[in-house]
Nanobody, 124 residues
């Protein structure tokens, strides 16, 4: 069993930067993909960024260039570096892990591990 714990959220002014952390613990040997999702009030959850064990990354169009996903394997931490933040980036951010970078939300729900989320609020 794997446990994911996010941290680093908070309130930031537009144009600022923030770094989220996701600490993994437990049995992680089968994990191939780490990802960040977010959900704003009244909106559907969306995938923000993913990183597979081959080092391949994928980003939502809305965050390309501004966000960077990376990992520290030794410490089992996945980061989401967010720059030039906008009010529309305000959301609860969730870390997820799975043995595949699924393109289907249902697969992530059914087969992935999830953290409890960390709130990011961007003020204009």
């Amino acid at each position: 069993q794997m446990t994911l714990s996010e941290s680093g959220g908070g309130s930031v002014q537009a144009g600022g930067s923030q770094r989220l952390l996701c600490k993994a613990s437990g049995e992680i040997y089968s994990v191939y993909c780490m990802a960040w999702f977010r959900q704003a009030p009244g909106k559907e959850r969306e995938g923000v960024a993913s990183l597979n064990s081959d080092g391949r990354t994928n980003y939502a169009d809305s965050v390309k260039v501004r966000f960077t996903i990376s990992q520290d394997n030794a410490n089992r931490i996945v980061y989401l570096e967010m720059n030039n933040l906008k009010p529309e980036d305000t959301a609860m951010y969730y870390c997820a892990a799975a043995n595949h970078c699924y393109s289907n939300d249902k697969d992530w729900d059914n087969l992935g591990y999830w953290g409890q989320g960390t709130q990011v609020t961007i003020s204009s």
